[in-house]
């Protein structure tokens, strides 16, 4: 499997994860300046912005530790575009969905409010 289709698995994996777990998907893959938020989804009236990492191992680290400050300040920079954009009142949630999948096991890690630590 390529990083990209690895990529495409873990993003299809986190939005059935998360439609299984009563959130609503509200958009895909947005995007904004050179910027993408890999999920936006909604759940008790809360916008829930989502950063999907997968990887083949956690040999070298889990996938969230890939979320940086400079990624996770990217982010926020394009989920405020998006809310701002919409017109949007809701209060706005930072996740991260970290998934390990190889041969061997699929390992999923759901994150919540991710971002305020």
Known sequence: ????ELGMF??????????KNGYTIRKTNYRYLKFEIDIIAEKNDQIVVVEVKTRQTAEIGEPWMAVTKKKQRQIILCADHYVQSGNLSQEVRFDIISIVHNQYRTKLEHIEDAFST
């Open 1 to 4: 499997m390529t990083d990209q």
């Open 10 to 19: 873990g993003e299809q994996m986190a939005q059935r994860f998360l439609l």
